[in-house]
């Protein structure tokens, strides 16, 4: 199990202005940790960090940057060598959605830098520091469409696709070392993630919505049991097993050394 309690040092947060963001830093500053909260709205950033120092009295810094430019990457990359870390959500995400003809390249690249580039980067200079103290946690928040094609979505569910396979890859190298890996899937969130992109809510029932605090507290508890897949609105864990199981026999047979009898000439 992680323990996210015990010395808890600096948490750092992308994508901390709103959101599922702002809810991990809450949660994270009421256990104890300083911050260093990440976004691109260093008016919303700073409003936070009086807010949580105000409320909490830990430490808070903050950093403006843009995860998808490469010298805000390394400025971050760099400050996560500096300090103490020894926790990091990587919930910074953009979702370009549409189809995928009509989506623009350039928007469809960005997405890919800032989910895929950023989220693998932070992730190996979060390690590095974890291995060098001996403890450390690393949540990376995916998405439920990691798991299934979309065609509104074909970048965005492909990058949260990169975010399971990496986390749990990475997880099982670094089996026994004291550091905690952890991806999350969550479903439909209350949060700016439609409206910023001029969509409605409506794409999804009510009913489907968890807020970004309820997601925030799930995911931490998923840490704290040392679950590896967190699917905070998944009601029965047996469903991830039978994926899991089906998976495993899917590999199995792949590994026969033969060639499918409907795939052979004649």
């Given at each position: 199990?992680?323990?996210?309690?015990t010395?808890?040092?600096?948490?750092?947060?992308?994508?901390?202005s709103?959101g599922i963001?702002?809810?991990f830093?809450?949660?994270?500053?009421r256990?104890?940790?300083?911050?260093?909260l990440?976004a691109?709205?260093?008016?919303r950033?700073?409003t936070?960090?009086a807010q949580?120092?105000a409320?909490?009295?830990?430490?808070v810094?903050?950093?403006?940057?843009?995860l998808?430019?490469?010298?805000?990457?390394a400025?971050?990359e760099?400050?996560i060598?500096?300090?103490?870390?020894?926790?990091?959500?990587?919930?910074a995400?953009?979702?370009?959605?549409g189809p995928?003809?009509?989506?623009p390249?350039?928007?469809?690249?960005?997405?890919?830098?800032?989910?895929v580039?950023?989220?693998t980067r932070?992730?190996?200079a979060?390690v590095a520091r974890f291995?060098a103290?001996g403890?450390?946690?690393?949540?990376?928040?995916a998405?439920?469409m990691a798991?299934?094609?979309?065609?509104?979505?074909g970048a965005?569910?492909?990058?949260?696709?990169?975010v399971?396979?990496f986390?749990?890859?990475?997880r099982?190298e670094?089996?026994?070392?004291?550091i905690?890996?952890?991806?999350?899937?969550?479903?439909?969130?209350?949060?700016?993630?439609?409206?910023?992109?001029?969509?409605?809510?409506s794409?999804?029932?009510?009913?489907?919505?968890?807020?970004?605090?309820a997601?925030?507290d799930?995911?931490?508890?998923?840490?704290?049991?040392?679950?590896?897949v967190?699917t905070?609105?998944?009601?029965?864990?047996d469903?991830?097993?039978?994926l899991?199981?089906?998976?495993?026999?899917y590999?199995?047979?792949v590994?026969?050394?033969?060639i499918?009898?409907r795939?052979?000439p004649?």
């Amino acid at each position: 199990m992680t323990d996210l309690g015990t010395n808890p040092g600096v948490a750092v947060v992308t994508g901390a202005s709103s959101g599922i963001g702002a809810a991990f830093a809450d949660r994270l500053a009421r256990r104890g940790h300083d911050l260093l909260l990440v976004a691109r709205r260093g008016d919303r950033l700073s409003t936070l960090a009086a807010q949580l120092q105000a409320e909490t009295g830990v430490g808070v810094e903050t950093l403006v940057a843009d995860l998808g430019r490469a010298d805000d990457l390394a400025r971050l990359e760099a400050r996560i060598a500096d300090i103490p870390v020894s926790f990091l959500v990587n919930n910074a995400g953009v979702g370009a959605l549409g189809p995928t003809s009509s989506v623009p390249a350039g928007a469809q690249e960005a997405l890919i830098r800032i989910n895929v580039v950023a989220l693998t980067r932070l992730s190996i200079a979060a390690v590095a520091r974890f291995s060098a103290a001996g403890r450390g946690t690393l949540i990376n928040i995916a998405s439920v469409m990691a798991l299934m094609p979309s065609a509104g979505g074909g970048a965005y569910s492909g990058s949260k696709a990169y975010v399971l396979n990496f986390t749990r890859s990475l997880r099982l190298e670094l089996g026994g070392s004291g550091i905690g890996v952890h991806v999350v899937l969550p479903g439909p969130v209350r949060t700016e993630f439609f409206s910023s992109q001029g969509l409605s809510d409506s794409v999804f029932p009510d009913s489907a919505y968890v807020s970004a605090e309820a997601l925030a507290d799930a995911a931490l508890a998923g840490a704290a049991l040392g679950e590896e897949v967190i699917t905070p609105s998944l009601a029965s864990a047996d469903h991830w097993r039978d994926l899991e199981a089906a998976r495993g026999a899917y590999m199995r047979d792949v590994m026969s050394g033969e060639i499918a009898a409907r795939y052979r000439p004649g």
